[in-house]
């Protein structure tokens, strides 16, 4: 479902938005199911999950996406491919996927035991 102030993504059935803290009241229309949205992927990824985002955006295999960028890179300049690279890091938001913790959500250590 998306934020009514913010227009931002959250869990579905949310009492609060996690970014900016609104609540959300009443009829919140969720995202139409055709529309996608490119973002870094969680689940999929060797760097930053940017390939694999590209890859689940596109419905194509993750390989062949890392294949392309590096070929890409390496035709195009290195300082080219890998400044696109880190802005595309920067700019996608990372999509968490369902029962994988992302790092708003994980432990920040070992839980102290109790005495």
């Given at each position: 479902m998306i934020?009514?102030?913010c227009n931002r993504?959250?869990?579905e059935y949310s009492n609060y938005c996690y970014f900016c803290g609104t609540q959300q009241t009443g009829v919140v229309t969720p995202r139409p199911a055709g529309?996608?949205?490119l973002?870094?992927?969680?689940?999929?990824?060797?760097?930053?999950g940017v390939c694999g985002g590209l890859a689940e955006y596109f419905d194509?295999?993750?390989?062949?996406?890392?294949i392309l960028a590096a070929l890409a890179t390496?035709?195009?300049g290195l300082v080219f491919g890998v400044l696109t690279y880190i802005v595309a890091w920067c700019v996608l938001p990372?999509?968490?996927?369902p029962g994988v913790a992302t790092p708003a959500s994980a432990t920040t250590g070992p839980a102290a035991?109790?005495?």
């Open positions: 934020c009514r102030n993504d959250i869990a529309a996608k949205r973002t870094r992927s969680a689940t999929d990824k060797k760097l930053a194509a295999d993750p390989g062949i996406v890392r390496i035709g195009s990372i999509r968490s996927a035991p109790a005495h």
